[in-house]
């Protein structure tokens, strides 16, 4: 039986949700702004558009809303606060089971500091319905790096190639760096435009539910 290589954020679980949720707060308790949801908003995409790590995005907060806090100490309090918001869809650990108990192997390979990664598998159990994790960070490469997918199939145990999947909603790093990989690939676009150039997904899906579903239909 082949093997499938699910991203984590916004693919197993909701991260944009979490993400808001953790911002809401985080403004309040340090009265910042107005404690609107659109400013809680603004928060959120500061940290996904304007620096690279949440290490990064600690230390700029003092320039942004005058927090005198120590930025390590911004640090150790988000990676406790901001995973726990994160849940896992029932449905999503049944699907990753049924896949599990028909022979396929499973595997998380995601972009990002790997103590923060774990923290939200974690979190949520994921441990438990994968037979391996590997983040950016460890692997010392981020997708769509093929080495990446290649660290993640030798800690797997697998080959790289068309018996092996990928999903993600990354299209530049999720499906460009399965399809250098060599996997087959499943795109959850989230009402994101498909590239008009580059490769081509074999798959587009609405919910990794979806994706599930193709894996395990396929042969």
Same mark, same amino acid.
């Given at each position: 039986?082949?093997?499938?290589?699910?991203?984590?954020d916004?693919?197993?679980?909701?991260t944009?949700?979490?993400l808001?949720?953790?911002?809401?707060?985080?403004?309040?308790?340090?009265?910042?702004?107005?404690?609107?949801?659109?400013?809680?908003?603004e928060?959120?995409?500061?940290r996904?558009?304007?620096?690279?790590?949440?290490?990064?995005?600690?230390?700029?907060? !003092?320039?942004?809303?005058?927090?005198?806090?120590?930025?390590?100490?911004?640090?150790?309090?988000?990676?406790?606060?901001?995973?726990a918001?994160?849940?896992?869809?029932? &449905?999503?650990?049944?699907?990753?089971?049924?896949?599990?108990?028909?022979?396929?192997?499973l595997?998380?390979?995601?972009?990002?500091a &790997?103590?923060?990664?774990?923290?939200?598998?974690?979190?949520?159990?994921?441990h438990?319905?994968?037979?391996?994790?590997? $983040?950016?960070?460890?692997?010392?490469?981020?997708?769509?790096?093929?080495?990446?997918f290649e660290?993640a199939?030798?800690?797997?145990?697998?080959?790289?190639?068309?018996?092996?999947?990928m999903?993600?909603?990354?299209?530049?790093?999720?499906?460009?760096?399965?399809?250098?990989?060599?996997?087959?690939t499943?795109w959850?676009? !989230?009402?994101?435009?498909?590239?008009?150039?580059?490769?081509?997904?074999?798959?587009? $899906?609405?919910?990794?539910l979806? &994706?599930i $579903?193709?894996?395990?239909?396929?042969?």
């Amino acid at each position: 039986m082949g093997f499938a290589f699910f991203d984590l954020d916004d693919t197993l679980v909701d991260t944009a949700s979490a993400l808001r949720s953790w911002a809401l707060d985080f403004m309040r308790e340090h009265r910042l702004g107005d404690g609107s949801d659109a400013a809680a908003a603004e928060l959120a995409a500061r940290r996904e558009h304007a620096v690279s790590s949440w290490v990064e995005f600690a230390e700029n907060l !003092h320039g942004w809303y005058g927090i005198a806090t120590d930025p390590r100490e911004l640090y150790e309090r988000i990676i406790v606060d901001y995973p726990a918001r994160f849940t896992l869809d029932p &449905a999503v650990a049944e699907g990753l089971t049924r896949l599990r108990a028909d022979g396929w192997q499973l595997g998380i390979v995601t972009n990002g500091a &790997a103590r923060m990664q774990h923290a939200k598998i974690e979190r949520v159990g994921l441990h438990a319905y994968v037979d391996m994790v590997l $983040a950016s960070e460890s692997a010392g490469f981020d997708k769509p790096d093929v080495r990446i997918f290649e660290i993640a199939a030798g800690k797997l145990g697998v080959e790289l190639g068309p018996g092996g999947w990928m999903v993600g909603d990354m299209f530049d790093k999720d499906i460009t760096g399965g399809i250098a990989a060599g996997l087959r690939t499943i795109w959850l676009p !989230h009402g994101v435009p498909q590239p008009a150039d580059g490769p081509r997904p074999e798959h587009t $899906a609405e919910s990794v539910l979806e &994706a599930i $579903a193709l894996i395990a239909a396929s042969e």
